[in-house]
């Protein structure tokens, strides 16, 4: 185990409670049995964890093809070496792009790669159909914003993702808002409940700036075709394991459901033929690793597109 993040001490006691061999942390420095502030040690140096790494390998008598690297963010790039197996666990974008196999969820994802098992279809959770049941929910935005107008939708997305925040900061705490909290507890990864679960921040964030700012129905179309797109992507994508050869947390068969729903969802709003542009858009969108939250991303990038060609 390496971080550059925690404590050599702590991350031992880690290492033990898993059986890892090896752990390796920072090295805080302490004066008269006080903290200094001062840190150090390889783990935290530029190219440090490869230099970790070499140092395992020449102990054990190992090759780098001999490794499996698990790894969730880019400050673990230099050990994402080519010749090793390398799995994104919850991974940011760069890490997300060099990866063989990427695992999203918990951590039990991670032991059948390791163990060299083909992938098996794994049927939605309950979790799954809840949060993406939201997730869809939001096509009905532009429909009510038809009838009472988007002044009035937007002031009711800030309001509900005000007390979202306000729910989330008690959570945190150990509180609990009546309703918010339970849908969050039944509708969030456990992943995302370790910390501020901004999702449907996020989500909110990209339905509204998408409504406020672009005209309808070019507008209403982005929404909708993100809404119904996105969720049926990911209710999808973990029934066959195809993985796209540039984003290995997405599949073929999620992008073409993906795909398939958003085209439904735009002719709501649009016709056939420019649904088909904003559906192959708002697809094209949610399979790349990008840096930006794609729940921000797809609605505002479609919506500008179909404003162009309307």
Not at 19 to 31: F, Q
Not at 169 to 178: H, I, S
Request: aromatic fraction near 10%; charge should be neutral; glycine fraction near 8%.
């Amino acid at each position: 185990m390496i971080s550059s993040g925690l404590p050599t001490v702590i991350v031992k006691k880690l290492a033990n409670d898993v059986g890892a061999e090896y752990a390796y942390g920072i090295e805080v420095e302490t004066k008269d049995d006080r903290l200094t502030g001062e840190i150090r040690g390889d783990a935290i140096e530029a190219g440090g964890k490869l230099k970790i790494l070499y140092q395992i390998l020449e102990a054990e008598k190992l090759r780098v093809s001999d490794c499996i690297v698990v790894a969730d963010d880019r400050n673990n790039r230099c050990i994402f070496l080519p010749e090793a197996l390398k799995i994104g666990f919850n991974p940011d974008f760069i890490i997300r792009a060099k990866a063989d196999r990427v695992v999203n969820g918990g951590p039990s994802g991670i032991l059948p790669i390791i163990d060299g098992k083909k992938h098996k279809r794994s049927f939605p959770s309950t979790n799954d159909f809840v949060r993406e049941d939201i997730h869809a929910s939001g096509f009905f935005m532009p429909v009510i914003a038809s009838l009472i107008g988007v002044p009035a939708v937007g002031a009711l997305i800030f309001i509900i993702a005000l007390i979202y925040t306000i729910s989330e900061l008690w959570r945190l705490e150990g509180r609990e808002v009546p309703l918010i909290s339970v849908v969050t507890r039944h509708a969030a990864s456990q992943s995302e409940l370790r910390g501020f679960a901004a999702a449907p921040l996020y989500f909110a964030f990209g339905i509204l700036f998408t409504l406020l700012v672009f005209p309808h129905p070019a507008s209403y179309a982005a929404v909708a075709m993100f809404c119904f797109g996105d969720a049926a992507a990911s209710l999808f994508g973990g029934l066959i394991s195809n993985s796209l050869p540039f984003n290995k947390g997405k599949t073929w068969e999620g992008s073409v459901a993906g795909f398939f729903f958003a085209f439904l969802a735009g002719t709501f709003f649009v016709s056939p033929t420019l649904a088909l542009v904003g559906a192959a858009i708002a697809m094209t969108v949610e399979v790349l690793p990008l840096p930006i939250n794609d729940n921000v991303l797809i609605p505002v990038i479609t919506g500008a597109a179909l404003t162009l060609l309307i």
